[in-house]
Structure formats: structure tokens, C-alpha cells
């Protein structure tokens, strides 16, 4: 049974940065496509970042060349660099683990954290 526990989020003025990470347990095995989602208010979960076991990534264009998501699989971790952050990245953040692909969509995951905020202004 896989775990995750997120940390890191908090708030900052539009422009910073911040480092988000993934604690997980339970895995038989390194052999899970890792991602990151976000959740704000009113609005439909997003995929802003997946790594697959040998560290290739896909980002939305929302986030490309701002977002760097990154594994340590000795230490099950995952990490979510987040750089020039704009008021429009608020939103609850989430870890996701699953073994159907490397992809952007929810339904392709099915372990998830119970999510970090991170609010810019």
C-alpha cells in the first residue's frame, strides 16, 4: 500500500520560488511514473509535472521552463522545483503514483497525497 506525504508549500510574492516534496512508502518496487497536480478552487484538477523511473519529464506549457520535477528513488522521494511562481500557480498541490504511463491525466494514477498549499500574491 503506497503512501505519500507532501511538504514544502506555503505562500510567496509572485516571482519566488519554492520546493515541494514527496515522501513515499510502501513501494515494491522503483517502477512508477511519479507526478505532480494541482487543484485551486473552482476548478478541475491539473497535471503539472510527471517523471517516469530514468528521470524523463513532461510539463504542461503552463509551467514549462518554470517547474522542474525531480526523483531520489533510493530515498522514494520526489521533488517539484518551482521557479517565478505568479499568482495564477495558487492551488493545493498533490504527489500522484501510478504504473499506467507517464501522462498529465489523474485517471493514470492511483496513490495520491493528501496535498500541500501554495498560494502566491
Known amino acids: 500500500h503506497v503512501q505519500l506525504v507532501e511538504s514544502g508549500g506555503g505562500s510567496v510574492q509572485a516571482g519566488g520560488s519554492l520546493r515541494l516534496s514527496c515522501e513515499g512508502s510502501g513501494f515494491t518496487d522503483s517502477n512508477y511514473f511519479m507526478a505532480w497536480f494541482r487543484q485551486a478552487p473552482g476548478k478541475e484538477r491539473e497535471g503539472v509535472a510527471t517523471v517516469n523511473l530514468i528521470g524523463s519529464t513532461r510539463y504542461p506549457d503552463s509551467v514549462k521552463g518554470r517547474f522542474t520535477i525531480s526523483r531520489d528513488n533510493q530515498k522514494n522521494t520526489l521533488y517539484l522545483q518551482m521557479n517565478n511562481l505568479k499568482p495564477e500557480d495558487t492551488a493545493m498541490y498533490y504527489c500522484?503514483?501510478?504504473?499506467?504511463?507517464?501522462?498529465?491525466?489523474?485517471?493514470?494514477?492511483?496513490?495520491w497525497g493528501q496535498g500541500t498549499q501554495v498560494t502566491v500574491s
Open positions: 500522484a503514483a501510478g504504473r499506467y504511463g507517464m501522462a498529465l491525466t489523474d485517471y493514470n494514477y492511483n496513490s
